[in-house]
């Protein structure tokens, strides 16, 4: 079975975050809070000295998803860091992957503040952002940096990076500038907090986006889907895993996200998300694993917030975990306190191995 995990210094990172650094990070509004710990993570020297207290190290939570190798199935959310600021610090924090973005083509400020708000009470956030973005052209800048730093081979996590647009021309040339200094592509066409669809309003819009993009991708693709809010959101959905299927894009993150209204926010309303969601996610991954089986890689996001919740996505048919709100809540230690977690649950439950869990989904 192997060595039983333990706690130690991994453990004491939560608590101290929770007990010390939290409160005070808390008492600033959940955007400020947000845009400090970029901050923090955009310098790569202390938390490359720090970096052995966020690795698990366990060959039992090896994974392959989509293509890509992962050492453990706990990977970090489009969202956090939009524009790849905080890759330097994030590459250290014992993530099996790390997703950036959503980059879109130009400069956009998003929706109007606040558009942020925390709920403690129940581990969870409202989010109503509207897709921010510093921009393509500086990205790049950003993500080439990085993967000087950090070329392919040398133990960083795997870098997917989210990619959006307007038009199949935008996200085309977002793929072409950003592909090389990735190792996957994320495309979010169906982000719940904006109106604009472009091209991408309907299937034969989004279809003809995938035939094209096939003709010139190197390297795995994967396709965020749309909230589950209604039975036609879910039928888009598959009708998208269809397409992805059918062109050989390699996996799809689905979003346990729901409709919350918050009189804190400038509009009013956005998006829940964070351990309230869990049911929901894993509803929507057992349905989605049994539409598709075994042709799409699955990334769910959405409810995870410990090691228990992350063993039932994955034992549900999910191939990776994507946090967001965790690391909100139990900070840098999240990734690596969870993965600890995660082993011990696999003890009791005799499970050898992640690559065990939800098998009876693909038999």
Request: hydrophobic share 40%; glycine share 12%.
């Amino acid at each position: 079975m192997g060595r039983r995990p333990r706690m130690g210094k991994r453990g004491k990172d939560v608590r101290i975050y929770e007990s010390l650094i939290r409160p005070v990070l808390f008492r600033l509004s959940a955007e400020r809070a947000h845009d400090l710990a970029k901050r923090a993570l955009s310098t790569e020297v202390p938390w490359r000295l720090l970096s052995g207290r966020f690795q698990t190290g366990d060959p039992r939570l090896e994974t392959e998803v989509g293509g890509l190798r992962q050492a453990n199935p706990i990977g970090l959310a489009a969202g956090l860091d939009k524009d790849a600021d905080a890759l330097p610090g994030l590459a250290h924090l014992g993530f099996g992957s790390l997703t950036v973005g959503t980059i879109m083509p130009g400069v956009r400020k998003g929706n109007p503040k606040p558009r942020l708000v925390r709920l403690p009470e129940r581990m969870a956030v409202i989010d109503h952002m509207g897709l921010p973005s510093k921009g393509l052209d500086r990205a790049v800048r950003k993500l080439r940096r990085f993967r000087a730093a950090h070329p392919p081979g040398e133990g960083r996590p795997p870098l997917i990076v989210s990619v959006g647009g307007l038009t199949v021309e935008e996200v085309l040339a977002g793929h072409g500038a950003v592909e090389p200094l990735a190792d996957a592509v994320e495309f979010d066409l169906t982000c719940p907090n904006v109106t604009e669809r472009g091209d991408f309003e309907t299937m034969d819009g989004i279809s003809r986006f995938v035939e094209r993009l096939v003709t010139q991708r190197r390297k795995p693709l994967f396709f965020r889907l749309p909230l589950r809010l209604s039975d036609e959101n879910w039928r888009k959905a598959l009708a998208m895993c269809e397409v992805a299927a059918k062109y050989g894009v390699d996996g799809v993150t689905p979003a346990g996200g729901l409709p919350a209204e918050d009189a804190r926010l400038a509009l009013g309303k956005g998006a829940l998300a964070g351990k309230p969601l869990l049911e929901n996610s894993l509803r929507i991954v057992r349905d989605l694993r049994s539409a598709v089986g075994d042709d799409l890689a699955i990334r769910i996001a959405g409810g995870a917030t410990d090691g228990e919740s992350v063993f039932r996505l994955l034992e549900a048919g999910a191939d990776a975990v994507n946090i967001l709100t965790a690391f909100v809540y139990r900070g840098p230690g999240a990734a690596a306190a969870m993965n600890r977690e995660l082993l011990r649950k696999m003890d009791e439950a005799g499970v050898k191995s992640v690559r065990d869990l939800g098998v009876k989904f693909r038999r």
